[in-house]
């Protein structure tokens, strides 16, 4: 397993580059994860534009005259604030990847003023001539109207998406957790590790379901168009939980392999120096003593559930990339998105590491009750939608007919 990119660049490619401490394996994945879905998004989107399904909106923006000092302070301070501690995290990343770190983050003393400096020259520069060329073309400060199209927002909705998820996913995450103190609380919710999907998922819905009404964006479309994004961001999120080990594995698999062909990983895996540190002391650690107190594997080898959600979330990926082009009726892609992702999650959790909650006679995990309902929501909304298709195809083959029989008479 790979706690950081320094690790896995010394694994698969023989290379230490300390830098790469920085990057954790997870945050890395994560972000890799909101670009591929933004991209999906867009796509999907630009589609549903050509087709005349999606309009854009006209919208005032100012362009044009002279560089303005609050633009110019404002990537001074940004500039000076990357160069100043980016640059010197570069060269000290064990500073900045202990315990420690928040002390040398806010110190004035850990830092490089002249590249600090330096960034906030570029900064400035590249501002600079962005205006230039602007400015050329209005010469003085005015207000224009720009029609925006709504694949010109997947920037914004990817970022608020991601922010609130983030957000969603660590407070679910914590409702199952039983803090001594509010400090403790708080250190855990500002700590990276630790995130629900589902609370994710739900606080991002909201967040973004108000964005796009503000944009007159039609929800139901956007649904539509964000529900492969979203399967696919499920899957290869499990990505970083995987190759970073940070406890989103399976129970013990005490099973024998069925298949001689089939990896051992990929059937049972013990994740060594997995992030967690759980559970045994490793004899041989294989990386160098500087790179981290990542040296435990876990003790009975346990099914790999990351890789299996990545597997089942790609097919379920294909099957609504395709759905897409052959549903007529909005919000038929979504409905049926809510009763995979709930089906696959429900499944999974029966072999995953997990707190199970007696509600009712069942004893099920958090997940699996959310589970449960998304995949009733889903049901219910696909059955709906399906009737109401029905009746608009009856009805149009009522008209038809009509039209036929005053033709021949």
């Known amino acids: 397993m790979y706690p950081n990119l320094r690790y896995a660049f010394y694994d698969i490619l023989g290379l230490d580059i300390p830098a790469l401490s920085l990057i954790q394996t997870y945050g890395f994945f994560l972000a890799f994860t909101f670009v591929c879905c933004g991209l999906a998004l867009r796509a999907d989107l630009m589609r549903r534009e ?29 500039g000076f604030l990357l160069g100043f501690k980016g640059f010197y995290a570069m060269a000290y990343p064990q500073l900045f990847t202990g315990s420690n770190a928040k002390d040398y983050l806010f110190s004035l003393e850990h830092g490089y003023w002249w590249a600090g400096i330096l960034l906030a020259l570029v900064f400035v520069f590249f501002k600079y001539r962005d205006n230039k060329k602007e400015s050329a073309e209005y010469p003085e400060r005015q207000r224009i109207k720009e029609m925006v199209m709504p694949h010109k927002r997947v920037g914004d ?28 609380m708080i250190q855990d919710f500002f700590s990276g590790s630790g995130l629900a999907v589902y609370g994710g998922f739900i606080l991002a819905f909201f967040v973004v379901s108000y964005y796009v009404r503000s944009k007159k964006i039609p929800l139901s479309q956007l649904l539509d168009a964000c529900a492969p994004a979203m399967i696919l961001g499920t899957g290869l999120g499990r990505l970083g939980c995987h ?67 990545l597997i089942i979330c790609l097919v379920i990926f294909a099957i609504l990339w395709k759905l897409r082009h052959r549903v007529r009726l909005h919000g038929i892609v979504f409905s049926v998105y809510l009763i995979f992702t709930g089906l696959e999650r429900y499944l999974l959790e029966m072999i995953r590491v997990n707190d199970d909650y007696s509600i009712a006679g069942f004893n099920l995990s958090q997940a699996q009750y959310i589970a449960m309902a998304l995949f009733s929501v889903g049901v219910v909304l696909t059955t709906v939608l399906l009737i109401k298709q029905r009746k608009m195809t009856d009805a149009t083959q009522v008209l038809t007919g009509e039209d036929r029989k005053i033709h021949n008479e």
């Open 50 to 78: 050509k087709l005349g399904l999606l309009h854009g909106v006209e919208e005032e923006k100012q362009v044009g005259g002279a560089l303005s000092v609050a633009d110019v302070l404002t990537n001074v301070f940004m």
């Open 157 to 184: 909705i990817v970022i608020l998406a991601a922010v609130s998820g983030i957000v969603g996913a660590k407070l679910l995450y914590m409702t199952e957790r039983d803090y001594p103190t509010w400090s403790a």
């Open 243 to 309: 190759f970073s080990g940070d406890g989103d594995w399976g129970d013990p698999n005490p099973y024998a392999k069925p298949f001689e062909w089939l990896p051992d990983w990929l059937w049972a895996y013990n994740y060594p120096n997995n992030v967690m540190n759980q559970n045994l002391l490793m004899d041989d650690c294989y990386y160098p003593a500087d790179f981290g107190d990542y040296c435990h594997m876990l003790t009975k080898p346990v099914f790999p559930t990351p890789i299996y959600e």
